[in-house]
């Protein structure tokens, strides 16, 4: 066995505990049994390793729960009582005779992962009504710059809620045709490379990337790739690609199933009313009506008064 250990918080854990060779600490439903010492010692590890993916279930809180009559409780509390995690930890591990200050209550009920969710939003709503408001003494003022400076726009995504949703490594790239300068052949190459990412109903590039796990390699290879096409619409004298028609198709698709039909008024100097068709004696619709207002006349003549 290893002799080396490291502290975490009050606790001393062996290193031969913390290798990831023993998965006992990934399973909290074979704790139940162990001494206290030992299922403390697991939840510990468990914190330490899994770090921010770090989350509570029922198996490990029943688990703690078994150690209370190892540690001087007669009886086992119900899993529905309101009580602090650590500070349980804290009063009979340490032998602490006067109860730990409860900074927050938290309700643990049987739904798995509930209760750290709402631990978690509870805290981002203390931080943004009491820390936040001390930043603004670090206010600076901003200046940007102007869009003909940097040719592109560069739109991250933001969810605080949940840091691990796909959204909030999704980055999107937005450059307007007239911020690049470029002349009549480099624009219409520039288009053709473009192909479908470019709008030619607003005469913009839109790129989207959320291939890669961080939103900064995403940037950057949204930034590589804009200017590799630049760099190649710009080099008129290698090809400039007049035999290729630019495709508008995609556009016109969106912009339909968006509802943006073009609407033609039919010029009045193309009207023609000499040339309409006769209109030709309907005998028959006008025997059919006749008889219909004699039948409504009759129907009509007996409810009278």
């Not at 502290?7 to 062996?14: D, F, K, P």
């Not at 804009?226 to 090809?239: M, P, Q, S, V």
């Amino acid at each position: 066995m290893l002799s080396s250990s490291r502290i975490i918080g009050r606790r001393t854990l062996s290193s031969a505990s913390i290798l990831l060779s023993d998965p006992l600490y990934l399973n909290p439903h074979a704790w139940k049994g162990l001494p206290a010492d030992r299922i403390f010692e697991l939840h510990e590890l468990r914190k330490t390793v899994l770090g921010d993916k770090y989350v509570p279930n029922d198996e490990e809180r029943n688990a703690i729960l078994s150690t209370a009559t190892e540690l001087g409780k007669k009886t086992v509390p119900e899993l529905e009582y309101v009580y602090a995690l650590d500070h349980f930890k804290e009063r009979f591990m340490n032998n602490v005779p006067v109860r730990a200050p409860q900074l927050h209550k938290i309700p643990v009920i049987k739904q798995g992962e509930t209760p750290h969710k709402e631990r978690k939003l509870e805290i981002l709503n203390n931080v943004a009504a009491y820390e936040m408001p001390l930043l603004a003494k670090f206010r600076q003022p901003y200046t940007p710059k102007s869009v003909e400076e940097t040719q592109f726009v560069l739109k991250f995504g933001d969810d605080f809620t949940n840091e691990a949703t796909a959204f909030n490594r999704k980055v999107t790239l937005i450059c307007q045709l007239k911020h690049l300068n470029l002349g009549e052949l480099e624009s219409r190459k520039f288009k053709i490379l473009s192909a479908q990412r470019f709008d030619h109903f607003k005469d913009e590039l839109r790129i989207t990337s959320s291939n890669y796990p961080e939103a900064t390699q995403n940037a950057r290879w949204l930034v590589e790739t804009f200017n590799k096409l630049l760099k190649e619409a710009k080099d008129i004298a290698k090809d400039d690609f007049q035999d290729i028609p630019v495709d508008t198709r995609h556009t016109r698709a969106k912009m339909h199933i968006q509802g943006f039909r073009p609407k033609f008024e039919f010029p009045e100097e193309w009207k023609r009313p000499q040339d309409a068709p006769v209109q030709k004696f309907k005998i028959v619709r006008k025997l059919v009506n006749d008889v219909k207002d004699k039948k409504d006349a009759e129907y009509v003549k007996a409810y009278e008064p």
